[in-house]
Structures are given as structure tokens and as C-alpha cells.
């Protein structure tokens, strides 16, 4: 059985840094290191023997996270869309299999058919010769 080749689409340089972004965003990586970050940004800003560069409520930890929100919801966007492109094109693909593959299931069953009808006649016509055989012998004895 052959093996499926990957789909690729040619990307652009655009669509390559959406697709990397995705992939770091979407890690566990990435949600650790967030994590750590902003439990290290409430800290020090709550911490009394550390200068406050964003005291509470944390004005400039929400204009950056909503400032990362914006950029990576369209980034996130952007490679799920070509995500889609590929799936539309595996689906295509597996519609074009499934037909080959229906077309020849057809033709092996009218096949089967043809030689199913081929030895019923060649039964028919053996069971009628022997039929009259026996018709025959059975006259030549009376």
C-alpha cells in the first residue's frame, strides 16, 4: 500500500511566522513561562523592597496582555485559516479516494456478476444435457 504524502501549501514568510507563533502559543511551554511571568510581575509589585513600576491594580500588566491579546487572536487566526485550507484539501483528497475506490468495488461486483451469470448458464445447459441423457435412457430401457 502506498503512503499518503503530507499536504503542503507553499507559505509565505507571513503565513511560516503565523504557523510558528501558533505553535508557541498554543504549548504548554508558553503557558508556564506566561504564568511565571505574571505571577513575577504581581509579586515584585506587591513586594515592598522593590521599586513598584506598575502598583495595583496593574494598569501596565493589562495594557501588555491586552496588547498580546490583540496581536495573537488575528495571528491565531491567520494559521488556523490555512489549517483549514489543508483539511479542505485532505477532504478533497479523501472524497477522490473513496470514489476510485467505490468505482472499482463496482466493477469487481459487475464482474462477479458476469461470472456468477456465466456459471449458471454453463449449469443450466450441463443439468438440461444430462436431463435429456437421462430422459433417453430411460425411453431406450422401456
Not at 70 to 93: C, E, G, H, V, Y
Request: glycine share 2%; proline share 4%; net charge negative.
Amino acid at each position: 500500500m502506498r503512503q499518503a504524502k503530507p499536504i503542503s501549501l507553499p507559505r509565505t514568510y507571513g503565513e511560516y511566522l503565523a504557523d510558528q507563533i501558533a505553535a508557541l502559543v498554543g504549548s504548554w511551554r508558553f503557558i508556564i513561562v506566561q504564568s511565571t511571568v505574571l505571577v513575577l510581575w504581581i509579586a515584585f509589585n506587591v513586594v515592598a523592597w522593590v521599586q513598584h513600576w506598575d502598583p495595583y491594580p496593574f494598569i501596565l500588566l493589562n495594557l501588555v496582555l491586552s496588547f498580546q491579546a490583540a496581536f495573537t487572536a488575528p495571528i491565531l487566526m491567520m494559521a488556523q485559516n490555512r489549517q483549514s485550507d489543508i483539511d479542505r484539501q485532505k477532504a478533497q483528497l479523501d472524497y477522490d479516494v473513496n470514489l476510485r475506490a467505490e468505482l472499482d468495488i463496482e466493477a469487481l461486483h459487475e464482474k462477479i456478476d458476469l461470472l456468477r451469470q456465466e456459471d449458471i448458464t454453463r449449469l443450466v445447459g450441463l443439468l438440461e444435457m444430462l436431463t435429456r441423457e437421462r430422459i433417453e435412457k430411460s425411453d431406450s430401457k422401456t
